[in-house]
């Protein structure tokens, strides 16, 4: 079974300093495989960070990354699904589900992770699982000041993934589980 965490738009340290200690309690080094990170990490810092939680950690730049180095997006396979990873800033109107749905055409992923809009979404179209797991900080948006914190852990297995929202209200961290099937 594989661990999958999938997170972005830390915006550290313009925006807020550092990832809730509600969520940094639960990020053990040890326990995931995989990140897939949405991009706006900003720094070096936000990057050798999640290094210590797994080996293999996939970001994608964000429209305020200074690291050159990420692509815009990248597809990973783990198990039996494609995931294509995009930051989402080249959405228009962004978080648009159809706009959305012509990337994953082209990349042809399995599951489709986007962020940028700081807002948790996940839902399926057309057989395929859409994700963005919302800002780990609750940084602000272009668009909102008042960001619910949240990320998302994904447990793939054969031809399910069960992804776990962890979302922080009120200083309590709530988690939802949501289940896809491939076709």
């Not at 990832?19 to 990170?37: S, T």
């Not at 991009?39 to 429209?63: I, M, P, Q, W």
């Not at 109107?93 to 986007?114: F, H």
């Not at 998302?152 to 399910?160: E, V, Y």
Request: glycine letters at 8%; proline letters at 5%; a negative charge.
């Amino acid at each position: 079974k594989m661990l999958v965490l999938v997170l972005g738009d830390l915006h550290i340290p313009h925006r807020t300093n550092s990832l809730p200690p509600q969520f940094k309690k639960l990020l053990v080094p040890g326990r995931i495989q995989h990140i897939l990170c949405t991009g706006n990490l900003c720094t070096k810092e936000s990057f050798d960070y999640l290094r210590t939680l797994a080996n293999d950690v996939h970001v994608v730049k964000g429209d305020f990354d200074e690291m050159a180095s990420y692509p815009d997006q990248k597809v990973v396979t783990v198990g039996q699904f494609r995931i294509g990873v995009v930051h989402g800033h080249q959405v228009v109107p962004w978080g648009d589900a159809e706009s959305l749905a012509v990337i994953n055409r082209q990349l042809d992923c399995d599951i489709l992770i986007s962020g940028h809009t700081h807002k948790f979404e996940a839902y399926e179209q057309e057989g395929k699982f859409y994700v963005n797991p919302g800002s780990a900080t609750g940084a602000y948006s272009a668009l909102d000041t008042d960001i619910t914190p949240s990320f998302i852990l994904m447990d793939i297995q054969s031809t399910t993934v069960v992804t776990y929202v962890y979302q922080l209200i009120d200083g309590e961290v709530k988690v939802d589980r949501i289940e896809f099937k491939k076709p």
